[in-house]
Every structure is written in structure tokens, then in C-alpha cells.
């Protein structure tokens, strides 16, 4: 399957801080990118879907100046935790599809995010 | 949005045995369930699909299968392996042009030797 590299894996931030996560395809054009957050032995959940070249749409309750979302080009995405806070930990994690609907999702390898 | 509920979240069957793991959804226009495993400290793999027009889908031991009407779809793993002790995680795509995946809260599947 397609690859898709999530950097770094961890983190660790103090408070007030900001900290870039970047999500690549490395074996295909990634149109859609999509970032998840999970909580421990929890499921993940959905913050918002990038689209290259536009606005990232993001999902009800997600803060969209903490976590600015860019996708510059069809291989980048990158999540920006702006003035991280310790509730901001957790493990995010990205996903890429290569476009139409109903195509498989790849999954980069996430990033544990400490904020300290 | 779409709303996935997963059951049970937490599993245990004898190696050998079947593991049968099911999720509903809201959303009557979501076209694509996709099922994922995720082993600890890994990212998520798909391990088999389903779309709206197919009723079951099997892949070796992995089997799933979708009711609409219902909107219930389930996983079915025969043959259990200590290998196949992971979470897995149900989805649900309304498969436009986002192809948003929506998940369900997983189930910790434990395969006893």
C-alpha cells in the first residue's frame, strides 16, 4: 500500500508554545488529508479535512486558530498546535487519500504530543 | 455528522473461536464502511471494506457484512489467532468529495491462547 510519513513521533512542548506536525505521502499525491486526534484506548476522532490548495474544513467543536491545518502542496499537510496547553496532549494522527470517493485511507504512524 | 457506535468495547475469545464486532451508523447517505486494526502503538491498517451496493464482503478469515436498511454493518474474524489481538475500528464515509471517515470507539480484541 501507499505510504504516508508522520513527523515527529513525539514530542514534548512546554506550555504557551507551538509545535508543527507534518504529514506526507511519499508514494502518491495525497488531494485529501485528514488529521484525527486519540485519546488513550479511546477511537479517533475526526478534527478536520484538508484539501490541497484550499481552506481546511474543520469538524463542530474543533478550534480552528489552535490547530491550523495547511496543505500546501499534494504531498504536505501540516497541524500547528498554536500555544499548546497541557489538555492538548494526546496522540494525532494524519491520514491521506489519493481522491474520488470511497478510496482507501493510508495512515501516517502518528505523534505523541506532551505538553509539559 | 455521522455518528458510529461500536459494540462490544472489549472482546475476549479462545484462539480458535469467532469474533464477531458490530457498528451502526446515522447517516443514510454514507456509501463506505471500511474496517481498521490497530495494533498498540502503530498506526491504523484497513483490513477489508464494504461498499453500499455489496451485502458481505470476505477476505480469508475476515468477513464483513452491511445491512442498510438497518445501517448496521459488522465484522466477522473466524478462526481467531493470537495475532489478531489488536483494536479494531469500524468507519463510515459519506464518500462524496471529503470522503471523511468517521469511526466508531473501537474494540479491544483479545485472542486467548
Avoid at chain 1, 481552506?55 to 504536505?76: C, M, P, R, W
Avoid at chain 2, 456509501?31 to 495494533?39: D, L, S
Avoid at chain 2, 489481538?85 to 485472542?111: K, W
Wanted: overall charge neutral; glycine content about 6%; hydrophobic content about 30%.
Amino acid at each position: 500500500g501507499a505510504v504516508v510519513s508522520q513527523h515527529p513521533s513525539r514530542v514534548i512542548c512546554k506550555s504557551g508554545t507551538s509545535v508543527k506536525i507534518e504529514c506526507r505521502s511519499l508514494d502518491f499525491q495525497a488531494t485529501t488529508m485528514f488529521w484525527y486526534r486519540q485519546f488513550p484506548k479511546k477511537s479517533l476522532m475526526l478534527m478536520a479535512t484538508s484539501n490541497e490548495g484550499s481552506k481546511a474544513t474543520y469538524e463542530q467543536g474543533v478550534e480552528k486558530d489552535k490547530f491550523l491545518i495547511n496543505h500546501a502542496s499534494l504531498t504536505l499537510s501540516t497541524l500547528t498546535v498554536t500555544s499548546a496547553h497541557p489538555e492538548d496532549s494526546s496522540f494525532y494522527i494524519c491520514s491521506a487519500t489519493s481522491g474520488g470517493a470511497n478510496t482507501e485511507a493510508f495512515f501516517g504512524q502518528g505523534t505523541r504530543l506532551t505538553v509539559v | 455528522g455521522e455518528n458510529v457506535e461500536q459494540h462490544p468495547s472489549t472482546l475476549s475469545v479462545q484462539e480458535g473461536d469467532s469474533a464477531v464486532i458490530k457498528c451502526t451508523y446515522s447517516d443514510s447517505a454514507s456509501n463506505y464502511f471500511p474496517w481498521y486494526k490497530q495494533e498498540l502503538g502503530k498506526r491504523p491498517q484497513l483490513i477489508i471494506d464494504i461498499r453500499s451496493n455489496v451485502g458481505e464482503k470476505k477476505d480469508q478469515r475476515i468477513a464483513v457484512t452491511l445491512n442498510k436498511t438497518a445501517k448496521h454493518f459488522s465484522l466477522h474474524i473466524t478462526e481467531t489467532q493470537p495475532e489478531d489481538s489488536a483494536v479494531y475500528f469500524c468507519a463510515a464515509s459519506l464518500g462524496d468529495t471529503g470522503n471523511q471517515f468517521y469511526f466508531g470507539t473501537g474494540t479491544s480484541l483479545t485472542v486467548i491462547p
